[in-house]
């Protein structure tokens, strides 16, 4: 923690950083805020598609005689990379149907209620409106849909 | 915040454990710090941090004005959430078995000492966005003569925005707060957001371009834990998303204010001025009979008032 001189005495600099608060859903321990663990899943899934389309472009325009081609594409065919693929299905999955939930709830300010006069118990609009709904949907059908994923990919 | 105890608490554990961060300045030190405190009913965290520093340790020092949640200078990382320190229960923390209650100082903000913290650039970057009523002609607010008019609707679209006491905790919550100190940050954006649309105001083009940057509205990306911690029920997240909205239409060219409230101007009737009688029995300690007697006093009233 790096520290700066002020007056007498120095500021402790006090900020998590990047990769905690990219890394860990609980770095604030609130209830009710499932929000903050599809932030976390929507960067942790959006670097690891990064990862596959760089690593994707680098086989198919490395590979260019066919002998190279068949022999990675042989070293690219066992378990691991087949787990590895899912891993790729799953991330593209979450992030696209959560991207959608974000362009409307972003772009169009839709799914976070109106403005109303607090009561208690204090539970914000937003936290209680169609994209806490949409959410749970994303996660109910990301799960689905990976699962399907995981059939198609090993049963066949 | 969500209180989930709300309204049913139990009784506090006979005695807590208060793990304090605490930091030192002049050295540059960090540490944390365990005290025993004797509980009882009602006895809030920012009773408990009161308590040691009467009882156990001066030197621990933490920052509080209000003790009753309106000032929103207690703010501390309670067991790992931000809350008003005054605002929390013991007994919400705590309980018999896990006896153990850490109090960290606020996260994103720089440490002055132990649990206090600077909120020079939380400020500055509430300042930056103009929170106050900006008009065209200034002299309408500067050298008001009547109010505004606005509906009790229009009163509620921001209603709950302009709750916000800067506690700074939506800003200890905020994952990108956490990594990017240019941040503007939820309270400031909210607030940009509460002026932007008030009916009153005529700033909104100058607003909008300051939020309309790299570190301004665009960097949220809606994990909503500031609505979930603020203590007044603000729901920046919220506010954010709306902010937003108006700025991406605003550059498509498909937003703009639909209204903007008048001055409210003179009374169609004007008020009927009445001497005002000082009261005979009952005289107020101190009161002078001969001096109000030489120095009556005038008061305008509306016919409807003085009918009733
Ligand atoms: S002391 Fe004022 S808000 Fe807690």
């Known amino acids: 923690m790096a520290s700066e001189e002020r007056g007498r005495g120095r500021l402790l600099h006090n900020m998590p950083g990047l990769l905690q608060a990219s890394l860990n859903p609980w770095l604030v321990r609130v209830r009710n805020n499932p929000e903050r663990l599809a932030f976390v899943l929507h960067r942790v899934t959006g670097v690891i598609i990064l990862a596959y389309l760089v690593a994707h472009i680098f086989v198919t325009s490395a590979t260019v005689d066919e002998a190279l081609w068949e022999s990675v594409m042989g070293a690219l065919s066992g378990p691991l990379s087949r787990v590895g693929e899912w891993i790729v299905a799953g991330a593209v999955i979450f992030h696209g149907l959560n991207g959608i939930r974000l362009i409307l709830v972003e772009f169009l300010g839709l799914g976070v209620g109106r403005p109303e006069r607090p009561k208690p118990p204090y539970v914000p609009p937003s936290l209680r409106s169609g994209q806490r709904k949409g959410l749970y949907l994303v996660f109910a059908l990301s799960l689905a849909g990976w699962a399907l994923a995981g059939v198609i990919m090993f049963a066949g | ?308």
């Open chain 2, 1 to 308: 915040m969500a209180e989930k105890e709300w309204g049913r608490l139990p009784e506090p554990p006979r005695e807590v454990v208060l793990r304090v961060k605490r930091y030192d300045p002049e050295r540059g030190r960090t540490w944390w710090q365990e005290y025993r405190v004797p509980t009882y009913r009602g006895m809030t965290v920012l009773d408990a941090l009161l308590w040691v520093k009467e009882n156990a340790d001066p030197s621990l020092s933490m920052r509080y004005s209000c003790r009753m949640g309106v000032c929103g200078s207690c703010g501390v990382v309670v067991n790992g959430v931000p809350r008003l320190a005054c605002q929390t229960q013991i007994a919400a923390v705590a309980s018999r078995e896990n006896p153990v209650v850490t109090v960290e100082p606020l996260h994103n903000h720089p440490v002055v000492r132990d649990l206090v913290t600077d909120f020079t650039a939380f400020f500055e970057k509430h300042r930056r966005i103009i929170p106050h009523i900006v008009r065209r002609d200034m002299r309408e607010v500067e050298e008001a003569e009547y109010e505004f008019l606005m509906t009790p609707d229009e009163h509620l679209s921001i209603y709950q925005y302009s709750l916000c006491i800067m506690c700074g905790l939506c800003y200890s919550a905020c994952p990108v707060a956490a990594s990017d100190p240019e941040y503007l940050g939820p309270q400031a954006l909210a607030q940009a957001y509460r002026f932007i649309v008030d009916v009153r105001d005529e700033g909104y083009d100058r607003r909008i371009a300051i939020v309309d940057t790299e570190h301004g509205c665009h960097r949220c990306h809606f994990a909503a834990t500031c609505s979930a911690v603020c203590p007044k029920d603000v729901d920046p997240a919220a506010a954010i998303q709306r902010l937003r909205r108006i700025v991406f239409l605003r550059r498509l060219g498909l937003w703009r204010k639909r209204k903007v409230a008048p001055l409210a101007g003179p009374l169609e009737k004007p008020l009927r001025r009445i001497r005002a009688e000082y009261p005979r029995h009952n005289l107020v300690e101190g009161a002078d009979p001969e001096r109000q007697a030489r120095e009556p006093v005038d008061i305008d009233f509306r016919e409807e008032w003085l009918r009733e």
